[in-house]
């Protein structure tokens, strides 16, 4: 990526952070993302509900409101009829209605391989913006959805799983983190960094923030948050591509206890798909952001590590 300096470039590419943030105002700037990806799901409105949420999920890690979207489609036109793609589109539509968003058009290309996802834009105040760069040691790990959704979309793939086993994680992935966006302002300041858990896994996407904070992590395995049957579908190998890659990744910055099981090892490197908001919290105000979030109803809120002064990047799972 180029390297820009302009002052109203507020957040770009170079900390990995998950959406731009371009200031107009003093007191307003625009947040933009995008994201797409094939089908992870059966059923035509789900992925597009998916899709959708994963989209607006990097606007609210900056701790920002979504205004619009456009689409992003890559569609098979002589293998599969123009119905199931408008039902992709009307799952993406109801997310955004939802989320208080207008789909305002897009973009779509012939592709072997059908495709969906959104460019979602939003607003933030310039000094309330939340990004991966302010972590500090003795914060709090929060996160607001359970994990697994790689293995488990990967087990229905290879009819290792039901539709209906995998409700759970299609509950949890077309679920807004527009609650947890709100329930962070309500700490008042006190949460630090942000980020949603997508295809990086829990693991690669904490690694990312520690590495743009300066600080390391230690991490309590038990007390991740897990979707139903994901530890069985990990340890019977229904284990994504991307979660392995991940692993390799990530291995010369992760050191586990040797109690933790190698399926949930797995688990914590999961490519995840419209996961929820990794947060460091000040401890302080650790509680108050868990009843903000139980208040929300999020799917999760659990506290589940906390960051402290070491190698930058590094994480201690115990």
Do not use: C
């Not at 123009?82 to 209605?97: H, I, N, P, S």
């Not at 000094?127 to 991966?132: A, P, S």
């Not at 914060?139 to 793939?157: E, F, S, Y």
């Not at 530890?231 to 591509?241: K, N, T, V, Y």
């Amino acid at each position: 990526m180029p390297t820009i300096s302009d002052p109203r470039i507020l957040v770009d590419a170079s900390t990995r952070d998950d959406a731009a943030v371009y200031q107009l105002t003093p007191d307003r700037a625009i947040v933009a993302t995008v994201d797409f990806f094939t089908p992870v799901v059966d059923d035509a409105y789900d992925f597009g509900r998916i899709a959708a949420a994963n989209a607006f999920s990097d606007v609210y890690a900056m701790g920002a409101t979504p205004l619009l979207a456009l689409n992003l489609v890559g569609w098979p036109r002589d293998t599969l009829p123009y119905e199931l793609l408008g039902e992709v589109l009307r799952g993406g539509a109801d997310v955004a209605k939802a989320a208080g968003a207008f789909v305002l058009g897009g973009h779509s290309v012939d592709d072997p391989e059908p495709k969906y996802g959104m460019v979602a834009i939003g607003e933030v105040h310039p000094n309330r913006i939340v990004t991966l760069a302010r972590a500090r040691p003795g914060d709090a790990l929060v996160l607001t959805k359970p994990i697994g959704t790689g293995v488990l979309t990967t087990a229905l793939k290879r009819d290792l799983a039901t539709a209906a086993e995998i409700a759970p994680a299609v509950a949890a992935m077309t679920t807004l983190n527009a609650g947890a966006a709100r329930a962070m302002r309500a700490t008042g300041g006190g949460v630090h960094a942000a980020t949603d858990v997508t295809g990086f896994g829990l693991l690669g996407h904490l690694h990312n923030m520690l590495a743009a904070s300066g600080v390391s992590a230690e991490v309590d395995a038990a007390a991740v948050p897990l979707l139903p049957k994901a530890l069985e579908l990990a340890e019977r190998g229904a284990i994504p591509s991307g979660t392995k890659r991940n692993r390799e990744a990530l291995a010369p910055h992760v050191q586990f206890d040797s109690k933790v099981p190698e399926p949930l090892r797995v688990l914590l490197f999961d490519a995840q798909t419209s996961g929820g908001l990794l947060i460091a919290v000040d401890p302080e105000r650790a509680n108050t952001l868990i009843a903000a979030l139980q208040a929300e109803g999020t799917p999760t809120a659990g506290r589940i590590g906390r960051l402290s002064r070491g190698v930058a990047g590094t994480i201690a799972v115990r």
